[in-house]
């Protein structure tokens, strides 16, 4: 059963525009995460939120930033993108200390 | 920083055939975690494990925290099994996850 809900599923772009991606968790956590998965499938961790403060952010480049109003949702906004930004970003989330639990993902190709 | 190593990098087994999935990490870890990634991408939480061994289904999962490894065995194996399987780890502040590359497996009919 999906706890971790994330739209759009899919997003095409081209270089330069604006990108925001949603992710909203049901399961009452207290920390969520935005982690990017490249096409080498090898998944990193980009930002950690608990309780709406930003608790991890990996050097990532700044046009990236997350945006949280509640510990139910972390949204995240690409200000003019990058060819090397295409990859699937998944949210998680979990309460703090236990396991993470993930959402479908968005996949961002930028053209 | 914390290195998250996993093999065989891929398994092809023939269905029924059991499989030992092996991770390795390089610093302590307070949290394991393996996961499965179907073709289509979605990520599932199998097991959670930090230490010993634990069962699900026909998955059985041992960590070995003082040696930093971390097995999963997968017994009589099913088509449905094929896809990539992930271990990742918590340590130091922040409650991030370090994931290692995945083991690619395929079970055929």
């Known amino acids: 059963e999906t706890a971790v809900f994330q739209t759009p599923n899919y997003h095409v772009t081209q270089v330069g525009n604006e990108v925001s991606f949603n992710c909203k968790q049901t399961?009452?956590?207290?920390?969520m995460y935005w982690y990017k998965q490249d096409s080498k499938k090898l998944l990193k961790i980009m930002f950690s939120?608990?309780?709406?403060?930003?608790?991890v952010n990996e050097t990532v480049p700044r046009r990236f930033s997350p945006q949280s109003s509640d510990k139910a949702h972390l949204n995240l906004r690409i200000k003019s993108v990058e060819p090397e930004d295409s990859a699937v970003y998944l949210c998680?989330?979990?309460?703090?200390?236990?396991?993470?639990?993930f959402g479908p993902g968005t996949r961002l190709t930028v053209l | 920083g914390q290195q998250v190593q996993q093999s065989p990098a891929s398994l092809v087994l023939q269905e029924g055939e059991n499989a030992e999935l092996q991770c390795n990490f390089s610093?302590?870890?307070?949290?394991l975690q393996w996961f499965y990634q179907s073709p289509g991408g979605s990520l599932v939480s199998l097991l959670s494990n930090p230490s010993g061994t634990k069962h699900t289904g026909r998955l059985t999962s041992t960590t070995v925290t003082k040696e930093r490894r971390s097995s999963l065995h997968i017994s009589s194996s099913q088509t449905t099994d094929s896809g990539t399987y992930l271990c990742?780890?918590?340590?130091?502040?922040?409650?991030?996850?370090?994931f290692g590359i995945g083991t690619r497996v395929l079970v055929r009919p």
């Open positions: 610093s302590t870890a307070t949290q």
């Open positions: 399961l009452g956590h207290d920390t």
């Open positions: 939120y608990n309780n709406k403060q930003l608790i």
């Open positions: 998680a989330s979990s309460a703090t200390g236990y396991e993470q639990y």
């Open positions: 990742a780890i918590v340590s130091g502040a922040g409650n991030k996850l370090t």
